[in-house]
């Protein structure tokens, strides 16, 4: 299984981005996906996950209504829409997939089976 994200980017603070992640298509209609970060110096971040079974997403705290997570009609590309964008939202960000009927946590980062390569999102104040 291979993920790859791309839309990553240099951006302004209060900017918009949006992040892809695609992969095989039969695959990742029957998967949870999350979204995760990582900032240099620091640990991996959860951002959010959707159940591509069903069910709305679900999101970290810090993302207070400034990201969504969605997939396309075909349940082949899911999306990471991310607006009013921080200088602290630096990070290379990554998507990932699991199975959706493990019995861990979305927000289980050591749950996901599968990784995409990441992609740098870079916001200047």
């Known amino acids: 299984v291979q993920l790859v994200e791309s839309g990553g980017g240099l951006v302004q603070a209060g900017g918009s981005l949006r992040l892809s992640c695609s992969g095989s298509g039969s695959t990742l209609s029957s998967s949870a996906m999350g979204w995760f970060r990582q900032a240099p110096g620091k640990e991996r971040q959860v951002i959010g996950a959707?159940?591509?079974?069903?069910?709305?997403?679900r999101y970290a705290d810090f993302v207070k209504g400034r990201f969504t997570i969605y997939s396309d009609n075909a349940k082949i590309t899911v999306y990471l829409q991310m607006n009013d964008l921080k200088p602290e939202d630096t990070a290379v960000y990554y998507c990932?997939?699991?199975?959706?009927?493990?019995?861990?946590?979305?927000?289980?980062?050591?749950?996901?089976?599968?990784w995409g390569q990441g992609t740098q999102v870079t916001v200047s104040s």
């Open positions: 990932a997939a699991r199975s959706p009927w493990y019995g861990t946590s979305w927000d289980d980062d050591g749950s996901y089976d599968y």
């Open positions: 959707l159940w591509l079974t069903g069910g709305s997403p």
